[in-house]
């Protein structure tokens, strides 16, 4: 697409500047309306934890593949331990040896056992197996390594100890179905069924665009008048942290030239997330360059903090498009605006249902003050007192700069855009931060 170059009063979608006063849930669902399921590949089984399974698995072999002991013992035929016991040991003799990983090389004939370790094949004609424990093995081993005769201690009864095949999983058997997510257990069964890669959703680019002339990357000087440039990494790790793959693009600085040239770098991805410059100050420039290169929607969202939010459609020289989120560049703003948007968007890119974060009510320690009508997002530490009951208390300072009460909250405690305020003693909804893995 050719760059536009239209002044303030030309522009298409000039409407889209007075900034619209969305509730958190109509911001969320006209942002989801740009993106899709991403494109499918085939990772190696061990990057593939918590991405999304984009063809049913089905089985091509019984697992186990035969029947096999789940003891080390004797494999015996049960009918020939009838009236053992400790006192009455059955004394039947020993004709060989099955290892794991090894076949029998021999037919169990009646009346006599096979010394057989756990997870080896149960030999032909065997129908139960006695464990060690259930044998005079211990005294035996005294005089001999492998006795040449056993005494069993017990009546076995037929399949005792013997993990049938199949039992597992059945030759032919869906074993894992499209669309789950791929946690501990389902990798494992992937590998049991012999395939060393998996066809997922692929993981969603996130290019990570920080603006501002006043931001110094950790690592630099410290230097007067300057901050380091957190936003960056508590975004790139809510990328991580959802599964996506976080690409830090640097800080451009508050200059057309700049943005323009990051933007032009962060194209190669699913999603743009830049920070700051999108609050009164300084978001013309942004406004500016973002609109030049597509389509940018300035949204007012009713919540706290993190009220101003860009949302638009980036657009490259040669028309391709990536949908961009612009945060708020307040540090708490910024997560918390990631939290209610980002993650959605990236879930959604990875084939996810989309999932709010799990919820608990709990008993106010400190009161949660709304002065304006919007949904407040309170940080908190929640706690089980000794009732068992959740309680939470505030971490402190609320102002959308203090990064550090976020790092001490385990949850956004709520007050609804329509209350004054939650006091003392009252309870709150507090959506946890930290309880469930976000990656699945
Ligand atoms: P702005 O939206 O540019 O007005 O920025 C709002 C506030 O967020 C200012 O105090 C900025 O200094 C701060 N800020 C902007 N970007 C970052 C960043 N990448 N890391 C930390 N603070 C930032
Ligand atoms: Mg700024």
């Known amino acids: 697409m050719a760059k536009k170059s239209h002044s303030h009063h030309d522009r298409p979608h000039r409407h889209h500047y007075d900034a619209e006063m969305l509730s958190v849930e109509e911001a969320r669902q006209r942002i989801l309306s740009y993106f899709d399921v991403l494109s499918v590949e085939h990772v190696p089984l061990v990057e593939a934890l918590g991405q999304v399974l984009a063809e049913d698995m089905v089985a091509s072999f019984n697992i186990p593949p035969m029947a096999n002991s789940a003891m080390d013992g004797y494999a015996v035929l ?13 004394e039947l003799p020993v004709t060989g040896v099955v290892a794991a990983g090894a076949l029998p ?20 004609g065997a129908d139960s197996v006695v464990p ?23 009546e076995a009864q037929p399949l005792d100890n013997i993990r049938e095949a199949g039992e597992d999983v059945e030759l032919g058997e869906t074993v894992l179905t499209k669309g789950q997510s791929l946690r501990p257990g389902e990798i494992g069964v992937i590998a049991s069924l012999g395939r060393s890669t998996v066809p997922v959703v692929r993981r969603p680019v996130v290019a990570i665009v920080s603006t501002g002339d006043e931001l110094l990357e950790p690592g630099e000087a410290h230097q007067p008048g300057k901050i380091y440039n957190s936003n960056a990494f508590s975004i790139a790790a809510m990328v991580s942290r959802c599964g996506g793959v976080p690409k830090i ?25 830049t920070s700051a410059g999108v609050s009164k100050g300084d978001y013309d420039v942004v406004k500016d360059v973002l609109s ?32 961009h989120l612009g945060l708020p560049g307040n540090p708490v703003s910024a997560m918390v605006a990631f ?38 997002y309170a940080r908190v530490q929640v706690y089980k007192d000794e009732q068992g009951g959740y309680r939470a208390r505030s971490t402190g300072n609320q102002s959308s700069g203090v990064l550090s ?17 939650i006091d003392v003693g009252e309870t709150a909804r507090v959506e946890l931060l930290d ?6």
């Open 249 to 273: 693009m640097g800080i451009a600085r508050d200059t057309v030239e700049s943005l323009e040239a990051a933007l032009e770098e962060a194209m190669n991805s699913d999603l743009v997330v």
């Open 405 to 421: 009460s976020m790092a001490l909250a385990n949850g956004l405690a709520i007050c609804p855009d329509d209350i004054g305020m």
């Open 292 to 323: 030049s290169r597509g389509e940018i929607a300035l949204w007012s969202v009713r919540m706290r903090p993190a009220k101003p939010l860009a949302f638009g459609v980036l657009e490259d020289e040669d028309g391709s498009k990536v949908p």
């Open 105 to 124: 090389d021999h037919e169990l004939a009646p009346g006599t056992a096979v010394r057989i370790m756990t997870g080896a094949p149960v030999p032909p």
């Open 339 to 376: 939290e209610q948007f980002g993650r959605s968007a990236l879930r959604l890119m990875m084939g996810k249902p989309e999932t709010a974060k799990p919820t608990v009510d709990a008993v106010m320690d400190d009161p949660i003050m709304n002065h304006d009508g919007r949904r407040v």
């Open 78 to 90: 049960a009918a020939d331990t009838n009236g053992a016991s400790k006192a009455t040991p059955v």
């Open 435 to 440: 309880w469930a893995d976000d990656i699945f």
């Open 132 to 154: 060690f424990e259930d044998t005079d093995e211990l005294e035996r081993q005294k005089s001999s390594d492998s006795p040449s005769s056993i005494g069993i201690h017990l």
